[in-house]
Nanobody
């Protein structure tokens, strides 16, 4: 499965960004898609994920600020990030899980700084 992520960049605190990630080439049905992030010197943590039926799950640190959505027909997942904080700075990775494997994208960098 190839995952191509877009939308990272530099934004000021309080600003917004929208990430997108398109999956292609999967032999199997993609169940859950999600976003993880890894800040320098830290582990990769879940930001949010969404099942094929639309059930969402968020890290406590982003609840109320980030919204994950999905277009099943396009195998694309989106992450709308509002009210960004400097602590949201990280490389954001897209993930797509089937019943047989877990697949990662290349990562897109998000920097929140004035």
């Amino acid at each position: 499965v190839q995952l191509q992520a877009f939308g990272g960049g530099l934004v000021q605190p309080g600003g917004s960004l929208r990430l997108s990630c398109a999956a292609s080439g999967s032999r199997f049905r993609i169940n859950t898609m999600g976003w993880y992030r890894q800040a320098p010197g830290k582990q990769r943590d879940l930001v949010a994920d969404i099942t094929s039926s639309g059930i969402t799950n968020y890290a406590d640190s982003v609840k109320g600020r980030f919204t994950i959505s999905r277009d099943n027909a396009k195998n694309t997942v989106y992450l709308q990030m509002n009210s960004l904080k400097p602590e949201d700075t990280a490389v954001y990775y897209c993930n797509a899980r089937t019943s047989y494997n877990s697949n990662w994208g290349q990562g897109t960098e998000v920097t929140v700084s004035s």
